[in-house]
């Protein structure tokens, strides 16, 4: 009965697609197909035969965590390149929605493009890249910098052919047999429209991931939209965010997108007691952390910033949580603060953060706050404040 019921509403929703092609035949092509993209994706994905009605949420609830005990793995999600947000956050979860957060030209295309790179590589999985700003080419120059460690301008003018360590570089790690192992398309979304994006998305999942298969898509960026009389620019803000969480639910799937900081996030000469770090700086519209699932400010360390973690061996950056919802193995919960030590003698309760060298397009992690004190021998945790605030 359940699989006459399905192939029913199959069937039905493809006269619902013979529909939307006779009546809007003089429609953009690509707007047809996203329609047609939506409602048979939406139709399938809501075959799970059991969501229908509400489930008691302790049947069976013993057995799927013996299950889960039977087949353990390192991370729930789809595990990144960066050890210390793995072991905070348990990797990028299906049907997640994430969004880093900074002023422009801070990283934030450096990091989303490397974790497009890296996450297909760990993880085996196709990546989709949809991309506001850049043309294809340009991300392939910026992606062969990053692998091969050549600057850019040699790559790009073709002068590595004169560098003898260039020619090495470039010939050991962007050869066939390395590069096999990436598995991301890019697509400049620039001149798009948003349910145009949606669709593009959809069919490359059908084409290149196929259902419950693993896969990642990367937005790059949640830019100020054009809008009418009619809409605001928060509303419209919303309006995107909430359709793309939608679709990595739709997809399960996780997406991962950048936004930019308002003006209280500008860290160009200012002191850290000057900056503020809290979700009062992100641009546009509060429902950036409403809908997603995880929301990071990305910002250059300021000077003194650098000094007290001890120099350039700390990085040259902070990922800083605004706010997350799933755990990794070693969560701190809704808290992470840790007291730390000033030059001055003073101590303060400071929320943790990852540290992040970017460095010709490469993101390398450098540890925590928690890491930088430790290399000081300052290291005192909120719940040692019960304890004399003994250092570990």
Not at 332 to 349: E, N, V, W
Request: glycine residues 6%; contains cysteine; positive net charge.
């Amino acid at each position: 009965m359940v699989k006459l019921y399905a192939l029913r509403e199959i069937s039905s929703t493809c006269d619902q697609i013979k529909t939307i092609v006779s009546k809007n035949i003089n429609k953009p092509l690509p707007t047809i197909i996203g329609e047609c993209d939506k409602i048979y994706g939406e139709k399938i994905s809501s075959f799970d035969l059991e969501q229908d009605e509400p489930k008691n949420i302790f049947d069976e609830l013993l057995e799927q965590i013996e299950e889960r005990g039977n087949n353990p793995q390192e991370e729930v999600g789809l595990i990144t390149p960066f050890p210390e947000f793995n072991r905070l956050y348990g990797g990028i979860r299906n049907k997640n929605f994430y969004v880093i957060v900074s002023r422009a030209k801070s990283g934030k295309s450096s990091i989303l493009g490397f974790l497009a790179n890296e996450v297909s590589k760990i993880n085996n999985c196709p990546t989709l890249f949809l991309d506001t700003e850049m043309s294809s080419e340009e991300i392939k120059f910026r992606n062969a910098a990053s692998i091969s460690q050549v600057p850019l301008w040699y790559l790009e003018s073709g002068n590595w052919r004169k560098n003898k360590d260039f020619i090495e570089k470039v010939r050991n790690s962007l050869n066939k047999d390395k590069l096999k192992n990436y598995f991301v398309d890019h697509y400049h979304v620039g001149n798009k429209s948003m349910d145009e994006i949606l669709a593009i998305a959809r069919r490359w999942y059908l084409k290149k991931v196929g259902r419950n298969k693993k896969g990642f898509i990367i937005y790059d960026y949640l830019k100020i939209p054009e809008v009418s009389h009619n809409i605001t620019e928060w509303q419209d803000m919303g309006m995107r965010v909430d359709r793309l969480k939608k679709l990595s639910e739709e997809l399960n799937i996780p997406i991962f997108s950048a936004g930019q900081t308002n003006r209280s996030g500008i860290s160009t000469n200012k002191k850290s007691s000057d900056i503020i770090d809290d979700a009062s700086t992100i641009g546009t519209s509060d429902r950036i952390s409403w809908y997603s699932s995880g929301v990071w400010i990305l910002r250059r360390k300021t000077q003194d910033e650098i000094v007290l973690d001890g120099g350039l061996i700390s990085g040259t950056h902070k990922l800083i949580e605004v706010v997350v919802r799933s755990q990794g193995r070693d969560a701190a919960g809704h808290q992470d603060l840790i007291l730390r030590t000033f030059p001055d003698g003073s101590k303060k309760y400071c929320q943790n953060y990852i540290n992040l060298e970017i460095n010709n397009f490469t993101v390398t992690e450098k540890g925590s706050l928690r890491d930088s004190i430790i290399r000081g021998n300052h290291v005192h945790l909120v719940q040692d404040a019960h304890n004399n605030n003994q250092p570990l």
